[in-house]
């Protein structure tokens, strides 16, 4: 598997790597000297992006995912900070760091420090930014207050809540105690940088404060001075936890303290207080990963148009590679991939633009057959040769773009199909009514109210179809999604919610009917009971040369015997047909 190739917004390459049973994230860039970077609970890397950039020119950046953050998995149970840097130290092991410069902000540098202190021997030097100095009736009460819980509700406020909790800390010393001797000196973040802070909170799940909580029960002034190794503390009027006069002047023979004010410069500021000559490994590399069986790894696939994310159980024989249905991601394909690796391997993609997967590159208009040519160059990757396809809805498309351009698909499966009128058809959807209303944007404002919109959207679509025709005709009568299930997908849409229209669009556009007749493989086509998508799939099994139509049960384990009973059929070989234009 190849991992590498420039893809976060800024600039940074993604990867995964596991260590003691639990699979890691972080991102990277530059050459030199590594200087390994946390940020603070329960912010992703991504919030580090700025200063790993600032740092690129002359160290080899590496911003983690501390445990149960961004795409880290979390440790379990009540964690302390000693198991947070415990695991922190797992991972230099994992990248072959044995010593390195280290960078903590806010509770990350609570991390940091316990690094320093309990693993001196791989740190290099150490920068504690905004380091939280508490007393502790101030810690008693942080870890009582701080993190409140944000149970999904179906009207949304969790939603404004999380976005209420994330702006609130950026005006106020401590976010619960709004008032004018409590706010903080300091620029209000931009929606994009708030819009990032929610969107880690709701991948964090229930386990967001885990972190916070370990960070408030610890004390940070005895490890101050046990620390042997090089250590710069660095303090802000804009500090977001530490009151004002809390400061720690006594530096010791090992360290210094320093205050850098908010502002534009202060990642070029911190730059400064790195060691770049201070003994460092100048290198790091990416381990080779044995998942355990049946677990589901994940990885990126470096593609000439951006990064792939990858979820794959490994086994043995012909691979089934699934396509999800947009807006969401291969996550909510893993209980499906369960069931049908039992008797081989299963890869899902995060089609692009949705998920952890680069949108395309440039401004467009795309076609389905680009997200294609994107999901074949990742399996050229992978060295994939026969295989099985599946795809769902938008995924179902993309399958039928991919079958026809790829030799060596063999047999393919097509859940939820869709047809759509061009002024001789009123009885499928209507493609211009679709494309004029069924893809809002959700730029990120100040208040968060585009993503309580993007919520209803999403939610629409559970009570109408399509989800924009809100009246007697749209009604959709069938069961009502489980909450818990809906919060899940809607964690996936707000990933991409800049991007999620893209293959969207694609879809709204494709000719569906024309494509079908090309592809070349026995072809499954089946729908639930529920989507509304199985009207009209019948017709297009018809379409197929060597297509069948089958009506699925309600449960996954019922779904994916009809699919394994399909998949152990004969197969014909492939045929490949020209795209054709703008496709």
């Not at 879809?507 to 009207?535: C, E, F, K």
Request: aromatic share 8%.
């Amino acid at each position: 598997m190849t991992e590498g190739a420039a893809s976060h917004p800024s600039g940074l390459s993604r990867h995964f790597a596991d260590v003691a049973g639990r699979e890691f994230h972080y991102l990277r860039s530059g050459s030199g000297s590594v200087a390994v970077l946390l940020g603070a609970f329960p912010w992703s890397a991504g919030s580090l992006a700025p200063l790993a950039e600032a740092l690129a020119g002359d160290f080899t950046a590496v911003a983690m995912d501390l445990p149960g953050c961004g795409n880290s998995h979390s440790l379990g149970g009540s964690p302390t900070l000693a198991d947070y840097a415990d695991a922190v130290a797992e991972n230099l092991g994992a990248l072959g760091i044995d010593r390195c410069h280290l960078y903590g902000t806010g509770t990350g540098a609570q991390v940091a420090l316990e690094v320093a202190v309990r693993h001196a021997g791989r740190i290099a030097s150490v920068v504690l930014d905004q380091l939280p100095l508490l007393e502790d009736s101030q810690r008693d009460e942080m870890a009582e207050r701080f993190c409140p819980r944000f149970d999904p509700s179906w009207d949304g406020a969790h939603i404004a809540a999380i976005w209420w909790w994330c702006r609130e800390q950026s005006l106020f010393r401590t976010w619960y105690r709004p008032a004018a001797a409590t706010r903080l000196d300091a620029d209000e973040p931009p929606p994009s940088v708030l819009q990032r802070r929610a969107g880690d909170v709701l991948r964090a799940g229930d386990g967001y404060g885990d972190g916070l909580r370990a960070a408030f029960a610890h004390s940070p002034a005895g490890s101050l001075g046990r620390l042997e190794v090089p250590w710069t503390l660095v303090t802000s009027p804009a500090d977001p936890l530490t009151p004002p006069g809390a400061r720690i002047t006594a530096t010791g023979p090992h360290g210094t303290v320093v205050s850098l004010p908010p502002g534009p410069d202060r990642s070029l500021q911190l730059h400064a207080l790195f060691d770049a000559t201070g003994g460092a490994d100048r290198s790091l590399h990416t381990p080779a990963r044995t998942p355990a069986a049946g677990a589901i790894e994940r990885g990126y696939l470096t593609t000439r148009r951006g990064q792939v994310l990858m979820r794959r159980i490994a086994g043995s024989g012909r691979p089934l590679v699934m396509l999800h249905a947009s807006p969401t991601s291969s996550a909510l394909l893993e209980p499906l991939m369960a069931e049908l690796a039992r008797g081989r391997p299963v890869i899902a993609l995060d089609t692009a633009g949705n998920g952890d997967s680069d949108p395309p590159p440039g401004d467009g208009p795309f076609h389905i057959g680009d997200f294609a040519a994107i999901v074949n160059e990742a399996l050229d990757i992978l060295e994939v040769c026969e295989l099985d396809l599946y795809g769902t809805h938008t995924g179902a498309l993309i399958a039928v773009e991919a079958a026809i351009a790829r030799r060596g698909v063999r047999r393919l499966i097509l859940e939820g199909v869709t047809l759509f009128d061009d002024g001789d058809r009123p009885d499928l959807l209507p493609r211009a009514e679709l494309l004029a209303n069924y893809l809002p944007t959700f730029e990120p404002v100040w208040d968060g109210t585009h993503l309580t919109a993007a919520w209803h959207f999403r939610r629409a679509f559970t009570t109408y179809w399509p989800w924009f025709r809100r009246s007697r005709e749209g009604i959709r009568w069938v069961p009502m999604v489980e909450l818990a299930a809906f919060h899940r997908g809607f964690v996936e849409v707000a990933k991409r919610l800049d991007t999620y229209h893209l293959p969207y669009r694609a879809a709204l556009a494709y000719p569906t009917a024309d494509r079908l007749r090309l592809i070349g493989v026995p072809t499954l086509i089946a729908a639930h009971p529920d989507d509304p998508l199985q009207a009209h799939s019948p017709e297009a099994a018809d379409l197929v040369p060597n297509g069948r139509w089958d009506a699925l049960p309600d449960d996954i384990a019922g779904t994916a015997a009809r699919y394994e009973e399909f998949l152990a059929g004969p197969s014909s070989p492939s045929v490949t047909v020209s795209p054709v234009a703008g496709q």
